[in-house]
Structures are given as structure tokens and as C-alpha cells.
């Protein structure tokens, strides 16, 4: 079946533009997840989908970052007013949401944003 | 604060070669280990480790988790070129059974 897939796979902009990356998850995953990956770092978490709840918006990090998920499927996460330091791959992961245990996630290929 | 590290930073071997990647850890309420495979950009989950001394196996790589010691290996054997990738470590602790702390990643070369 179709993995979780992401658009665009690259992006250049410049400072001060605003961005919207898109994630397509798994059809059936409930959970959507959004990380940064910034060169030579691992994974930093950004915000969590699950359903009709709240998102956990606690990995955002600073106010210019929002992500919207409609109708519990697709998401997108829009970076405001962009600054260099915004530049990083954005991968997206959905996942069953399952009761206790950890959620195993399935990533999308990312998009490679570039900030001049 | 959550903090996975993993060792080597990067390695270099030729086909053939055995190779062992370490993750160690210290975080709140641990729950799970993951390891994934990270070529390109996608990262492919391998394992999830969540019992102290059990083995995971798939094929040419296999992965155990010391609980007490706070570490996790992961074993490749007779290495391909195609293993060449960014494998990653991550675990899920606390509250929630979504979050995960990642480490930096093992880059692994496979040289022919």
C-alpha cells in the first residue's frame, strides 16, 4: 500500500517568505507526526495528531511554526516569516494509534527546505 | 531532560565486515527502543526493543537492549554495500506512548 507521502521534496525560499509543507499519511493512521531534521542532528520533535484531540504542540519551536491536520488526514505545517536557521529536512510519520506501547511511526521521504 | 546518545559517529568498513552500532540512554519512565535506517531521507524502522535481553533478528541484522545498562546494539553481519545509510536510535519514555527522543545516527559506509 501507499507510504506516507510529503510535498514538496524540496523547497527554496527566501528570508522573511512564508512556507507550507504538506503530509499525506497512511490511510487508517490516526497519528500524524511532524520533526525537523537540521544537518548532523538527529530528529527533533515538533507536533502530534491524534485524532480529534488536542494536539501536543510542546516541540514547536517558536510561534512562527503552526500545523493544521483537516479532516484527521491530510496535514500541513506552515513556517512563517522564514529565517535562515529554519533550514532543515521536514519529515512527517503516521502510526496506528494504539493502546499502550509505543506507537511504531512510518516516515515520509521529508522535504528539504532552504532558506537564502 | 531525555537524552539518547549514539556511538560511533560515523564508521567506515568494508563489505563483508561485521559491524556493532551502540546507543546508550537516559530518560524518564523508558518504554521503548526503535531503530531505524535512514537513507536519503526516509527513515525505515528496523526494530522496536521494549524486554532487557532479547534479541531482535532479521536477517543479517539483529539488535538487543540492556535495561539495566541503558544501551541498546545493533549488529549487521557481513555488511552489503546497500547497508551504507544513517541508522538511528530512538526511544519513547514518559507518559506518552508517542513521544521519541532521537539520537544524531550512526553513518555507516559499506566501501565494496
Known amino acids: 500500500g501507499a507510504g506516507v507521502s510529503q510535498s514538496p521534496s524540496n523547497k527554496v525560499t527566501e528570508k522573511g517568505k512564508d512556507v507550507e509543507l504538506r503530509c499525506d499519511p497512511i490511510s487508517g493512521h490516526t497519528a500524524l507526526y511532524w520533526y525537523r531534521q537540521s544537518l548532523g542532528q538527529g530528529l527533533e520533535f515538533l507536533i502530534y495528531f491524534q485524532g480529534n484531540s488536542a494536539p501536543d504542540k510542546s516541540g514547536l519551536p517558536s510561534d512562527r511554526f503552526s500545523a493544521e491536520r483537516t479532516g484527521g488526514s491530510v496535514s500541513t505545517l506552515t513556517i512563517q516569516r522564514t529565517q535562515q536557521e529554519d533550514s532543515a529536512v521536514y519529515l512527517c510519520a503516521s502510526s496506528l494509534a494504539l493502546r499502550g506501547g509505543t506507537e511504531t511511526q512510518y516516515f515520509g521521504p521529508g522535504t528539504r527546505l532552504l532558506v537564502l | 531532560e531525555d537524552k539518547v546518545v549514539q556511538s560511533p559517529l560515523s564508521l567506515v568498513v568494508h563489505e563483508g565486515d561485521t559491524v556493532t552500532l551502540n546507543c546508550s540512554y537516559e530518560?524518564?519512565?523508558?518504554?521503548?527502543l526503535l531503530w531505524y535506517k535512514q537513507e536519503k531521507k526516509a527513515p525505515t524502522f528496523l526494530f522496536m526493543l521494549t524486554s532487557s535481553g532479547i534479541e531482535k533478528k532479521s536477517g543479517r541484522l539483529s539488535s538487543i537492549l540492556d535495561k539495566k545498562e541503558l544501551f541498546s546494539i545493533l549488529n549487521i553481519t557481513a555488511t552489503q554495500t546497500g547497508d551504507s545509510a544513517i541508522y538511528l536510535c530512538a526511544v519513547g519514555s514518559g507518559g506518552s506512548n508517542y513521544k521519541l527522543t532521537f539520537g544524531k545516527g550512526t553513518l555507516l559506509t559499506v566501501n565494496p
Open positions: 530518560v524518564t519512565n523508558f518504554r521503548s
